[in-house]
Structures are given as structure tokens and as C-alpha cells.
């Protein structure tokens, strides 16, 4: 009598059963683990580089000092920013009256530069952005 013994070699056949589990718990995993973000942003109309002498007091202002914002020289936080740029109701103004001056002097940073030009841009403002004069005031 011979016995049956066990081959050591198995078959050339892979087992692809679990193959549609697999997969289909990897798209489960990727839905779950991925972000939809809404990138915030505005558009905005960059103002023309024109140099002025000429004085302009009735236009509101926002300036940034040090990561102080100020409004019309009264330290304000992002949100009384944009809660004043609204009550001046800039988008029912004509052109010249929707403009807000924007300035920022020592470390100012990027992130309250651009939020001020958001509300100002969102309160329906026109942005005109003040730039001192470093040449010695002779225009050279």
C-alpha cells in the first residue's frame, strides 16, 4: 500500500478572492481620510501706481502697526474692521467715495495686511494702498 503523501509544491494559482474586499476597503479608507477644503480668497482691483501730492482727509483708513490694526487711528479687532467698513456702506458710493487707504508700517503681518484688504474689498471698498516716500522727497 502507498500512501498519498503531500506535495511541497503548491499551486501556480493566485488567490484573488479577497482582491474585491481589498479594494473596495481602500476606497472606503481614501473617502474617509480625505479633506475637501474651499480655498478662500477675493478678487480684488490692485490700484494703479500713480504718485499723489494731493491731501486726502474725508477717506477713511486703516492702518497696521506692529500687528495693531487701527481704524481711523482706534485700535480694532478683524471683525469691528469689517463691521465699521460695512456701516460706511462703501458699495452704494460712487467710485472716488469707495476708497479706504491701507497702510501698514513696522512688522506687519501678511495675514492681518490681507485680511484688512479682504474687508475692505468685501465692504465693497475700493483699496488705495499708501506708500511713503524713502528717496528723500526730492522725487529721485
Known amino acids: 500500500m502507498r500512501r498519498h503523501r ?4 503548491r499551486s501556480d494559482k493566485l488567490p484573488v478572492e479577497a482582491f474585491s474586499d481589498i479594494a473596495f476597503l481602500l476606497i472606503i479608507f481614501f473617502i474617509l481620510v480625505t479633506s475637501l477644503t474651499k480655498h ?11 504718485k499723489s501730492e494731493e491731501k486726502l482727509d474725508k477717506i477713511p ?5 506692529d500687528n495693531i490694526v487701527l481704524f481711523e487711528g482706534n485700535a480694532v479687532s478683524m471683525d469691528e474692521l469689517r463691521a465699521k467698513l460695512l456701516e ?4 452704494e458710493k460712487q467710485d472716488q467715495e469707495k476708497m479706504v487707504t491701507l497702510e ?9 495686511y490681507f485680511a484688512s ?6 465692504a465693497g471698498g475700493i483699496v488705495t494702498i499708501v506708500k511713503e516716500d524713502t528717496s528723500g522727497g526730492d522725487g529721485k
Open 88 to 91: 460706511l456702506k462703501l458699495g
Open 6 to 9: 503531500k506535495s511541497k509544491f
Open 40 to 50: 478662500k480668497g477675493f478678487l480684488t482691483e490692485i490700484p494703479a501706481g500713480q
Open 61 to 65: 483708513s486703516v492702518n497696521i502697526k
Open 117 to 122: 484688504m479682504a474687508a475692505i474689498d468685501a
Open 104 to 112: 501698514a508700517t513696522g512688522q506687519a503681518s501678511y495675514q492681518n
